[in-house]
């Protein structure tokens, strides 16, 4: 059983539109991270949640911004969309922080731009 | 800067065969390591993971050696089938405070033929 679970998998969206990712998972963890995967590369942290605490990675542009409104419940908002966003999105979570444990990702939601 | 690389982008190996995929990473102080499979269209999956504290570890048909001297990981799947067809990252847990970051490597798919 998926738990960690991205909706929707695939989402098109225009140049420019407003579009939100969301990620759930049931494994009641503490963090949760949103990650950019372009095609061929290695997947790169945009930011992450521990419990309500929200961290950016400095690199993240300010497009970019996330919401957690519980622990089973994260969004990806990014707010004018370029072409350079089309990417593959990848939810992940931990336990907790330094838990010398791996980070459990979601399948992704595949993001094009038109 | 931490970074962690592949030596090959690419691998085949035949049907029944060991395959070894290697990894370097440059942080002497990391002390966390995970190997990632990840199939086209889904998210990485966790395969097997180490602490700088081992220098081998075992799973099913997997093995991930560490060596800290050469800041070298490497992961062995033996008998390699077609269904491990897949990019393989390797990822090393960032030293910055209050973060789980991930820094992953290139990746290097492999391609198992009959």
């Known amino acids: 059983d998926a738990m960690v679970i991205q909706n929707p998998r695939y989402q098109v969206t225009q140049f420019g539109k407003p579009v939100t990712l969301s990620c759930s998972q049931t494994?009641?963890?503490?963090?949760m991270y949103w990650y950019q995967q372009k095609s061929s590369q290695a997947p790169k942290l945009l930011f992450h949640?521990?419990?309500?605490?929200?961290?950016n990675e400095a690199d993240t542009p300010d497009n970019f911004q996330s919401r957690r409104p519980n622990t089973s419940f994260c969004f990806l908002d990014i707010r004018s969309p370029g072409l350079g966003d089309a990417a593959m999105y990848l939810c992940?979570?931990?336990?907790?922080?330094?838990?010398?444990?791996?980070?459990?990702f979601g399948d992704g939601t595949r993001l094009s731009i038109l | 800067g931490e970074s962690v690389g592949l030596h090959l982008p690419t691998l085949s190996v035949q049907e029944g065969d060991n395959s070894i995929i290697n990894c370097a990473y440059s942080?002497?102080?990391?002390?966390?390591f995970i190997w990632y499979k990840q199939e086209s269209g889904k998210g990485p999956q966790f395969i097997i993971d180490?602490?700088?504290?081992?220098d081998k570890r075992q799973g099913q048909r997997v093995t991930v050696l560490l060596n800290k001297t050469v800041k070298h990981l490497s992961l062995q799947i033996a008998a390699t089938q077609p269904g491990d067809s897949a990019v393989y990252f390797c990822?090393?847990?960032?030293?910055?405070?209050?973060?789980?970051?991930?820094?992953f490597g290139t990746g290097t798919r492999l391609q198992v033929f009959p």
């Open positions: 949640y521990y419990d309500k605490d929200f961290n």
């Open positions: 992940a979570t931990s336990p907790r922080l330094y838990s010398n444990q791996p980070q459990h």
């Open positions: 942080n002497s102080a990391s002390d966390y």
């Open positions: 990822a090393e847990r960032g030293l910055e405070e209050n973060t789980d970051k991930l820094i």
């Open positions: 494994l009641n963890h503490n963090v």
């Open positions: 180490i602490r700088s504290n081992m």
